[in-house]
């Protein structure tokens, strides 16, 4: 996974101004996870659908997955919808294949799970494609990873060497635009076994994946001293057309922030949220 999957919906409009209409055949979906009864929240208004349906990347993770544990968006959607005190469905989203702004355009879903807050987006969080962001429910960075043994490391500056990166992230341009001298291998996977190795000193993966990929392992860590240069925010996407369930959603958000229910999701998969909310 890299960072292109994560920032879906904010290029998908240029990419379909640029190829024009869809048409062929519509493609068999994935099963869809049945709707989870919810209790406790405060009971949703009428602007909210129940079920409520979230699309989500079906193969994904940590952020997404058909399979157990289903990822740290799927839990946020669920906590929302417990909030809102409505069941919430999950429309599974192939990899390659669906578009998470033509799923919402399309009614197969009500909001989309790792929308990135961009520049682009309005004071009102509406974007130039016809979707809208509610607020941001969580932050992420790129990372870098290291051998256990070795000393931390604060910035990029102090590494001595070429810095290991998987070959279809952010990282492996945003790296060279800098300056920075990267050795770029297939995955992430790749990533941290070359550190592991020792064949490269440390590696600078995304934020979310590594934790993942270390969450079993001992000898390569993310390095905590590291000050990361790179951080987005993420939110909830919805047709711009529906106002009322961005503020539903929004408040929402807000209140699981509040009381700490966000921060356990993200906790158990290792990414730190100090400071986001």
């Known amino acids: 996974m890299s960072l292109s999957r994560a920032t879906t ?4 409009a240029a990419a379909l101004a640029a190829a024009g209409p869809v048409s062929g055949p ?3 979906p ?17 602007a909210v659908p129940d079920p409520l349906v979230f699309c989500a990347e079906a193969e994904n993770p940590p952020m997404s997955q058909i399979g157990v544990p289903a990822g740290f968006d799927v839990e946020v959607a669920e906590a929302l919808g417990s909030e809102l005190g409505v069941r919430v469905r999950i ?9 998470a702004e033509l799923a919402l355009l399309d009614g197969r879903c009500a909001a989309a799970t790792g929308a990135t807050v961009t520049e682009g987006a309005t004071m009102a969080g509406r974007t130039p494609d016809g979707v809208a962001l509610t607020r941001p429910y969580y932050a992420a ?45 297939p995955d992430a996977a790749a990533v941290i076994e070359a550190v592991a190795a020792g064949r490269q000193k440390a590696g600078y993966l995304w934020g979310p994946l590594a934790a993942w990929l270390l969450r079993d392992r001992r000898d390569v860590v993310v390095d905590g001293a590291f000050e990361p240069i790179e951080r987005w925010s993420f939110a909830l996407a919805v047709p711009s057309t529906a106002g009322t369930l ?17 921060a356990a999701i993200f906790a158990r998969y290792g990414i730190p949220q100090k400071g986001v909310m």
């Not at 919906?9 to 998908?12: E, G, L, M, P, Y």
């Not at 429309?91 to 578009?99: I, S």
């Open 9 to 12: 919906i904010a290029i998908a």
């Open 26 to 28: 519509a493609a068999s």
């Open 30 to 46: 994935l099963p869809r996870q049945e709707p989870r009864a919810q209790s406790g929240g405060a009971q949703s208004s009428g």
């Open 91 to 99: 429309a599974w989203l192939r990899p390659h294949a669906d578009v």
């Open 141 to 185: 960075a790129y990372v870098l990873v290291r051998a256990a043994g070795a000393p931390p490391v604060r910035t990029l500056d102090a590494l001595d060497g070429r810095i290991a990166v998987e070959s279809v992230s952010a990282a492996a341009y945003t790296l060279r635009q800098r300056g920075y001298s990267v050795h770029v291998l």
């Open 246 to 262: 961005r503020s539903v959603l929004s408040g929402a958000i807000e209140a699981a922030a509040g009381d700490g229910t966000l």
